[in-house]
């Protein structure tokens, strides 16, 4: 029991931490690539400006993305052996291709980042960020294909304990592919634009920078946080019409749902009480949780009690929907909010008020997509393989996993600590008004003095 409680502990742990680098690694490209397709359209080298410092942080993203990715594909095997032997033949096809998409995105992001102003036609240059992209959101879809997988297995079928007529394409294409990639995917660029809002938010109201460089990036950033945001929510209605025809004791548990209920109401809040099987504290929606799941009020949706007690995911995975819930909405009123603001020309949008809220968009929003992938995960519970294999069918017998445990998360820690010493105290030493370009481009126009910020004003 040890060792499978210490073998979940560091999966968790590894993907808590891998999963906030390859989300950022999936969503910087495309915000790298619109900074700079904005530049040139618009004729606009701030734009090119900001597309060159995000890119000088993204090769440092990706570096902590492949060790702890790596990581991940050794945890595999050296946790989970029962899973790999199984089914290693059915879903290697997934791993290998992800490997090539990342071959693709390292190829072209080093071409990217070594041909800065080395073509006449700036165009040339940016039609390299493109395969960086492709890359690394292939990369993403591929993996998360393998995790739709292990929610809906398909492309084998088991005679007398042996997998027999593999079909790996089948494996990848399953029931769970479309919803798991597009949630994926979505949620990665959204939470991105999050965090580089809020990044931008912090040098506007904090570092009282009021220039118009972090204006236009707080601009580009918040609108594809809306976008973004908004195709998170469809992808989140699509997973929920999934979970109902599939797992519909996760969708039980994530609405706290114990007893069978038509015209099913979907919970706002609420704290639970499993010894009484009610949830107080919470604001219904009558009849939401069967249209979500549906497309019908009055649909019957099942509860929790239907199925087997050693076989129901726990019920505290409804905090964990909710906290990713609220700030997907969160996110999406903010950043509307803010472009409404911004199109009508209101000084509001760039007041202390509403920077402070953006400023706190970043952490939020990761702590939303963390939340969701522990939903994601604990709501399998107790399968590794949906209906196929458990966990602790699965958990390696090698013994001494503690130790891994305690190794791993001071390799996280340092790796933690480093990246973040070394990006702020680059960042630091380069701040924006003191780069080439940036004084190139404001010769003539002096940097606004700190006592304008305070009044909002700017150039």
Known sequence: MDDLLFSRILTGTTLAFHIFFASLGVGIPVLISLAEFLGISRRDDEYILLAKRWSKGFVLLVAVGVVTGTCIGFQLNLLWPGFMELVGEVISLPFMLEAFAFFLEAIFLGIYLYTWGRFKNPWIHWSFSLPVILGSSASAALISTINGFMNAPTGFEIVGGQLTHIDPIAAIFNPATPSKVFHVLASSYFTTACLLAALTAFFLVIRRKRLTYFKKALTLTMSVALLTGLLTAVAGDLSAKYMAAYNPE??????????????????????????????????????????????????????????????????????????????????????????????????????????????????????????????????????????????????????????????????????????????????????????????????????????????????
Not at 324 to 342: D, K
Not at 400 to 426: D, E, H, K, P, Q
Not at 433 to 446: G, M, N, S, T
């Open 250 to 459: 996760k969708l039980a548990a994530a609405e706290a749902l114990y007893e069978t209920t038509a015209n099913a109401p979907l919970l706002i809040g609420g704290l639970i009480e499993e010894e009484t099987q009610t949830v107080k504290y919470k604001v219904e929606l009558p009849g939401m949780l069967s249209l979500l799941s549906f497309g019908d009020f009055r649909a019957e949706v099942k509860g929790l009690n239907e199925f087997p007690t050693d076989e129901r995911p726990p019920v505290y995975i409804h905090y964990q929907f909710q906290v990713m819930v609220g700030a997907g909405v969160f996110g999406i009123a903010l950043s509307a909010l803010y472009l409404l603001l911004v199109w009508r020309k209101r000084p509001l949008a760039f007041s202390n008020g509403l920077l402070r809220a953006t400023l706190a968009l970043g952490p939020i929003a990761v702590i939303g997509m963390e939340c969701g992938w522990i939903f994601t995960e604990i709501g399998r519970k107790p399968w590794i393989i949906y209906g196929i294999m458990k966990t602790s069918e699965a958990v390696t017998t090698a013994g001494n996993i503690l130790y891994y445990l305690i190794g791993f998360v001071l390799l996280y820690a340092a790796i933690g600590i480093t990246l973040s010493v070394v990006m702020i105290r680059f960042f630091r030493r380069r701040p924006v008004e003191a780069d080439p370009l940036y004084l190139a481009i404001h010769q003539k126009r002096p940097i606004d003095p700190p006592s304008a910020a305070r009044g909002g004003g700017s150039r």
